[in-house]
C-alpha cells in the first residue's frame, strides 16, 4: 500500500495546460520544462484520483526584454519561468470540468489545501474569520488568451491562442475589490505573510 503524501502541481497553466507542441514560442522556456501530453494527461489523472491535493502558480513573470536575449531566439539565453497566475482558475475549470472535476475540488485545491500547506489560518475558506479573498468566475465565458489583453506587464505569453472556457470577472483581497470587471482598480494592497515556524 503506497503512503498519501501531498503533492502538487507547482505551475498549474504549464504543467495541466500546456505541452511541448501547444506552448507558443520561447516564451514557454521553464524549469522543470514542459512536458510530452502525455505526461500531462498523466498528471491530470492524478489530480482526479487525489494523489494532487493543492495546485499553485509560482507567477515568474517578467517583461519582454528581461526574458529573452540577444539574439531573441537562443534558447540558451532565454531565462526560464512566466506568469501563470490569472490562467490558474480559467484553466483548471476549462479543462478539468471536461474530466469530471467537481467545481468545490478545484475550489479546495486552489484555496483550502494550499492555506493548509502553507499554515495560514485566515485563508481557504468563505467563513468569519477568515479573510475574505475571493475570485468570482464566470464558467459560461469562452475567450481566447492574448497576451496583448493582459492586465500582467509581462508581454508575452506561452498559452497565446488558447481558448479557455471559464474567466474570472472579479477578485477580492481581504475585502477590497482589486479586480473588477476584468480590470485592475484601486491602489495595490498586497501584503507579505510570514509562514508560521
Do not use: M
Given at each position: 500500500m503506497r503512503s498519501r503524501t501531498s503533492t502538487s502541481a507547482a505551475r498549474s497553466p504549464s504543467d495541466l495546460l500546456a505541452d511541448i507542441t501547444t506552448a507558443h514560442?520561447?516564451?514557454?522556456?521553464?524549469?522543470?520544462?514542459?512536458?510530452?501530453?502525455?505526461?500531462?494527461?498523466?498528471?491530470?489523472?492524478?489530480?482526479?484520483?487525489?494523489?494532487?491535493?493543492?495546485?499553485?502558480?509560482?507567477?515568474?513573470?517578467?517583461?519582454?526584454?528581461?526574458?529573452?536575449?540577444?539574439?531573441?531566439?537562443?534558447?540558451?539565453?532565454?531565462?526560464?519561468?512566466?506568469?501563470?497566475?490569472?490562467?490558474?482558475?480559467?484553466?483548471?475549470?476549462?479543462?478539468?470540468?471536461?474530466?469530471?472535476?467537481?467545481?468545490?475540488?478545484?475550489?479546495a485545491l486552489t484555496s483550502w489545501n494550499p492555506a493548509q500547506r502553507y499554515g495560514l489560518p485566515s485563508k481557504g475558506a468563505i467563513a468569519p474569520g477568515f479573510d475574505a479573498d475571493?475570485?468570482?468566475?464566470?464558467?459560461?465565458?469562452?475567450?481566447?488568451?492574448?497576451?496583448?489583453?493582459?492586465?500582467?506587464?509581462?508581454?508575452?505569453?506561452?498559452?497565446?491562442?488558447?481558448?479557455?472556457t471559464a474567466r474570472v470577472t472579479d477578485t477580492f483581497l481581504r475585502g477590497h475589490h482589486i479586480l473588477r470587471a476584468g480590470e485592475v482598480v484601486g491602489e495595490p494592497v498586497g501584503a507579505y505573510l510570514h509562514r508560521p515556524a
Open positions: 514560442g520561447l516564451g514557454g522556456k521553464v524549469n522543470p520544462p514542459l512536458r510530452p501530453r502525455e505526461d500531462v494527461e498523466a498528471l491530470w489523472e492524478y489530480v482526479l484520483d487525489g494523489t494532487v491535493d493543492w495546485v499553485v502558480s509560482d507567477h515568474a513573470c517578467c517583461r519582454e526584454e528581461l526574458k529573452f536575449g540577444e539574439p531573441e531566439d537562443d534558447v540558451f539565453v532565454v531565462r526560464s519561468g512566466f506568469g501563470g497566475t490569472e490562467y490558474l482558475l480559467p484553466g483548471l475549470i476549462t479543462e478539468g470540468t471536461k474530466r469530471g472535476l467537481p467545481l468545490g475540488r478545484i475550489a475571493i475570485a468570482l468566475v464566470d464558467p459560461g465565458r469562452t475567450w481566447t488568451v492574448r497576451a496583448a489583453e493582459s492586465e500582467s506587464t509581462q508581454e508575452y505569453t506561452p498559452f497565446e491562442g488558447f481558448e479557455l
